[in-house]
């Protein structure tokens, strides 16, 4: 049952269909201004490639980010008040944050279509890439309007919005974000082992979360506006007034979008570290046998894989106890 679909959506031609949905569904976020011109373009690529080649979980995953993302991003904006200038870009996504948020989970589909990575693999890196995604603008978003947000480094009080700025808020925020996306990794999971999953991807979208606020306190360009007498992310003008910014700290071409590619790519390794951690078999297996489950000895002869065991490379009807794998089983094995 669990590999159906992605048999199925392996022998769709090109993916053509899937091709046609993302653009239907670029167009419409386009005319909703959820993205301008040239997100619209950017985040066709990335749905036709999610869509097309990765199959409609992935598809269902990628909505699930991107329309409760958009939905918050224009929630929060009707709501907006002036400490919010610091953002460099306004709720419409161009293609450098579309690809910034969705380029990891693109490579990975990309990664497995050429069997790089197995479906398995490729499901734990993408999703929790999507989780990272949703937590940095669930946390955005939410985190803004918490009225004493404080520096990660220092935790001295900060404008609302700034970069690297951290409140419980939005630490709540991403907490959630991750959780959503992990829940819909694991309901659409194209293999077993669901805590493991959710667990990893779900701590995966909050690490990636962490690392952006760091890395937005410590590296990220920051610049200064004469005129409005504010730190903002936008550079080389000010939009809302178009006065030119100073450089204030950070590197230049550590963009607000270079963060969340990093931000993001800490959290695949996160996940990947973990699932590792979690899949080698001696520990989940343990944990399994602990609580009676069905890879216990006593309990024997149950079903002879457990949901970490299937995981964790053991083979059909064998044992993992005593003999951790460091390796996703490949689904084709099955
Ligand atoms: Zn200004």
């Known amino acids: 049952m669990a590999t159906s679909w992605i048999a199925l959506s392996g ?5 053509l269909w899937g091709w046609g949905a993302a ?3 670029a167009w419409l ?20 490639v999610l869509l097309g080649w990765g199959g409609w979980a992935w598809g269902v995953v990628l909505l699930a980010f991107f329309v409760s993302s958009s939905a918050l991003s224009r929630w929060a904006q009707a709501r907006r008040h002036a400490g919010i200038e610091k953002f460099a870009k306004g709720s419409r996504r ?5 690809l910034a948020n969705g380029g990891w989970p693109t490579l990975v589909v990309i990664a497995r279509a050429l069997g790089w990575l197995d479906p398995a693999q490729a499901w734990l890196l993408g999703t929790a890439a999507l989780a990272a995604a949703n937590a940095d603008t669930w946390a955005t ?9 404080r520096w990660l480094l220092v935790g001295r009080p900060v404008a609302p919005g700034t970069s690297g700025g951290m409140s419980s808020w939005g630490t709540l925020a991403a907490v959630l974000g991750a959780a ?29 979360a962490g690392v952006d606020s760091l890395l937005g306190a410590t590296l990220q360009g920051m610049y200064y506006c004469p005129t409005c007498r504010k730190e903002t992310e936008q550079h080389p003008i000010h939009r ?24 993001i790519a800490s959290a695949m390794l996160w996940a990947w570290g973990m699932g590792h951690f979690l899949w080698s078999g001696s520990i989940a297996n343990a944990a399994l046998a602990a609580l009676g489950g069905p890879c216990s000895r006593s309990t024997s002869p149950g079903p002879p894989r457990t949901q970490a065991g299937r995981l964790a490379g053991t083979p059909r009807g064998g044992s993992s106890h005593g003999e951790p794998r460091f390796r996703l089983r490949r689904l084709a094995d099955r």
């Open 94 to 98: 161009d293609a450098g944050q579309v």
């Open 29 to 48: 976020a386009y005319w909703a201004r959820a993205l301008s011109p040239s997100g619209a373009w950017a985040a066709w690529v990335v749905g036709g």
């Open 240 to 263: 809302t007034c178009g006065t030119a910014t100073q450089w204030r700290r950070g590197w230049r071409w550590m963009t607000n979008d270079v963060v969340n590619a990093l931000a």
């Open 180 to 208: 959503w996306i992990a829940a819909w990794a694991v309901a659409l999971a194209p293999m077993g082992a669901a805590w493991p999953l959710g667990l990893a991807v779900g701590t995966g979208g909050i690490v990636g």
């Open 23 to 25: 653009a239907g569904i």
């Open 11 to 15: 022998h769709t031609p090109l993916g």
């Open 141 to 149: 978003e939410i985190g803004v309007f918490h009225p004493r947000p």
